[in-house]
């Protein structure tokens, strides 16, 4: 993310912090009433005395370290408003020397995410700050794009313009224009200003139908807030599984394998339009082979017969190991066939030399002329290995045959009737994998 956007952001950030969260009574309370309940232990007459000490409210004279002493009280019982002020006195050297304490990062982490883990926005969108700089904490953008996006989900003006900044260089999330355009444009109309600059910049890098597409998302988005109970996992970053998908038909038909989908309530595909979804139009449970259908244009892959592959010959797959670690861009991984069988001499795999690791799986399995012939789909269980033949193995991995896909597309004539005739001519190896490349997509399952 550009530096400029990112200082522009902190000092949101710190202007926003400065305004520490507000007091939770009406006027009508005498603080005479408020200090017997907050030294019987009453969390919110603890906080109410603080902020009373902090501002002078009520009557009462400034004292901005009995105002820490009541904050801290509260905090202590898990008062997530007194947690987010300890954190921003904290956070700021000057406010924690006009509270009598040293600035201390790691403690103002600390108080963070614990009012963030409740589901105080103002918490989650300075616990992603912290992230992102790596105040107090390792610094992590999935972490900081996490959090920020929780805020904005709850409607926080600020973490609405920086989780679109998030969006649009791609720090912590898949670069995504539309969604970028959304948030910065749900900023901007509660009165961000910086939104409205960067709304105007990453607009001009957009096709009219991603604006359209934009637009309605902004309209449609409805603020969630959390509760310490919400279980939601309404926009999270965090999908439950991840895994590969290759585009069969121009109009959106795509494999994966059945495993990687099967426990899922949503499916999300990683494009090169940006995020959208999926839904399971057809399973196959036994040859772990699913059919999904995403709206839109794509490019697609040819699917030939897998008998026509033989022992020896030249394969590659391009997939999406681990993207937490390793990142959202495809892996291309080369190999052999191995075995015209799988494990225990199954006649629906393949073996192959392929190089796979989780994640990989549902990767087309492509041959040197650009024709899919098997579904990546497992590698040899190393400790089932380990303990009957006493040796780890090494690079043994499997793939669903293509015949066995072509039969599963049998039944659902619509599609067989758009797949690609298979390339019968050779083509260098740079273009096959191009062409492989823009028909792979990472599968989100949530």
């Given at each position: 993310?550009?530096?400029?956007q990112?200082?522009?952001?902190?000092?949101?950030l710190i202007?926003?912090?400065g305004v520490?969260?507000d007091?939770?009574?009406?006027?009508a309370n005498?603080?005479?009433?408020?200090?017997?309940k907050a030294?019987?232990?009453?969390?919110?007459a603890?906080?109410?005395l603080?902020?009373?000490?902090?501002?002078g409210?009520l009557?009462v004279?400034?004292?901005?370290g009995?105002?820490m002493?009541?904050?801290?009280?509260?905090?202590?019982?898990?008062?997530?408003?007194?947690?987010y002020n300890?954190?921003?006195?904290?956070?700021n050297?000057?406010?924690a020397k006009?509270h009598g304490?040293?600035k201390?990062?790691?403690?103002?982490?600390?108080w963070?995410r614990?009012a963030?883990?409740?589901?105080?926005?103002?918490?989650?969108r300075?616990?992603g700050?912290?992230y992102?700089f790596g105040d107090?904490?390792p610094?992590d953008?999935i972490e900081a794009a996490?959090?920020?996006l929780?805020a904005?989900n709850?409607g926080?003006i600020?973490?609405e313009g920086q989780?679109?900044?998030?969006?649009?260089?791609?720090?912590?999330?898949?670069?995504?224009?539309?969604e970028?355009?959304?948030w910065y444009?749900?900023?901007a109309a509660q009165g961000?200003?910086d939104?409205?600059?960067?709304l105007s910049?990453v607009?001009?890098r957009?096709?009219?139908?991603?604006?359209?597409?934009a637009?309605?998302l902004?309209?449609a988005?409805?603020?969630?807030?959390?509760t310490?109970?919400?279980?939601?996992?309404?926009?999270?970053?965090d999908p439950?599984?991840t895994?590969?998908?290759f585009?069969?038909?121009?109009?959106g038909?795509?494999i994966?394998?059945?495993?990687?989908v099967?426990?899922?309530?949503?499916?999300?595909?990683l494009?090169?339009?940006?995020?959208i979804d999926?839904?399971v139009v057809?399973t196959?449970?036994?040859n772990d082979?699913t059919?999904?259908?995403a709206e839109g244009?794509?490019?697609s892959?040819?699917?030939l017969?897998?008998?026509s592959?033989?022992?020896?010959?030249t394969?590659?797959?391009l997939g999406f190991?681990?993207?937490?670690?390793?990142?959202?861009?495809?892996?291309?991984?080369?190999g052999e066939?191995a075995?015209l069988?799988?494990a225990?001499?199954?006649?629906?795999?393949f073996?192959v030399?392929?190089?796979v690791?989780?994640?990989n799986?549902g990767?087309?399995l492509?041959?040197?002329?650009?024709?899919v012939?098997g579904?990546?789909s497992?590698k040899?269980?190393?400790?089932?290995?380990?303990?009957?033949?006493?040796?780890?193995p090494?690079?043994?991995?499997?793939?669903v045959?293509s015949?066995?896909?072509?039969?599963f597309?049998?039944s659902?004539?619509?599609?067989?009737k758009k797949?690609?005739?298979?390339n019968?001519?050779?083509?260098?190896?740079?273009d096959a994998v191009?062409?492989a490349?823009?028909?792979?997509v990472?599968?989100l399952?949530?």
């Amino acid at each position: 993310m550009k530096a400029t956007q990112w200082v522009v952001g902190l000092l949101m950030l710190i202007l926003c912090a400065g305004v520490r969260a507000d007091a939770q009574w009406s006027d009508a309370n005498s603080i005479e009433s408020i200090k017997t309940k907050a030294e019987k232990g009453d969390a919110t007459a603890q906080y109410n005395l603080g902020q009373c000490y902090d501002e002078g409210l009520l009557g009462v004279v400034k004292d901005m370290g009995k105002a820490m002493k009541w904050w801290q009280k509260a905090a202590e019982q898990g008062y997530a408003l007194a947690e987010y002020n300890l954190g921003v006195i904290y956070d700021n050297d000057d406010l924690a020397k006009s509270h009598g304490v040293s600035k201390n990062s790691g403690e103002a982490v600390s108080w963070f995410r614990k009012a963030a883990e409740q589901g105080y926005a103002g918490a989650q969108r300075n616990l992603g700050t912290c992230y992102y700089f790596g105040d107090g904490v390792p610094k992590d953008f999935i972490e900081a794009a996490k959090w920020k996006l929780k805020a904005a989900n709850q409607g926080d003006i600020f973490a609405e313009g920086q989780i679109g900044l998030c969006y649009e260089d791609g720090d912590g999330v898949p670069k995504n224009y539309i969604e970028a355009y959304k948030w910065y444009s749900l900023a901007a109309a509660q009165g961000n200003e910086d939104a409205k600059k960067y709304l105007s910049i990453v607009e001009m890098r957009m096709t009219p139908d991603q604006i359209a597409e934009a637009q309605r998302l902004a309209a449609a988005f409805i603020p969630q807030k959390e509760t310490p109970d919400s279980n939601s996992n309404s926009g999270s970053l965090d999908p439950n599984a991840t895994g590969t998908g290759f585009f069969i038909t121009d109009d959106g038909y795509l494999i994966s394998n059945f495993h990687v989908v099967k426990d899922a309530t949503k499916v999300r595909l990683l494009t090169s339009a940006g995020t959208i979804d999926a839904k399971v139009v057809q399973t196959d449970a036994a040859n772990d082979i699913t059919l999904l259908k995403a709206e839109g244009k794509f490019s697609s892959l040819p699917i030939l017969p897998s008998r026509s592959a033989g022992l020896g010959d030249t394969v590659f797959t391009l997939g999406f190991p681990d993207p937490t670690l390793q990142g959202f861009a495809p892996k291309l991984a080369k190999g052999e066939i191995a075995s015209l069988s799988g494990a225990a001499n199954d006649a629906r795999y393949f073996q192959v030399s392929v190089p796979v690791q989780p994640g990989n799986s549902g990767g087309a399995l492509v041959d040197g002329r650009g024709n899919v012939i098997g579904i990546v789909s497992a590698k040899l269980d190393a400790a089932t290995a380990l303990a009957v033949s006493g040796a780890l193995p090494e690079n043994v991995n499997y793939a669903v045959k293509s015949s066995f896909l072509l039969s599963f597309l049998e039944s659902v004539p619509d599609v067989t009737k758009k797949l690609k005739s298979p390339n019968t001519a050779d083509e260098k190896f740079s273009d096959a994998v191009k062409s492989a490349q823009v028909a792979t997509v990472l599968v989100l399952v949530y």
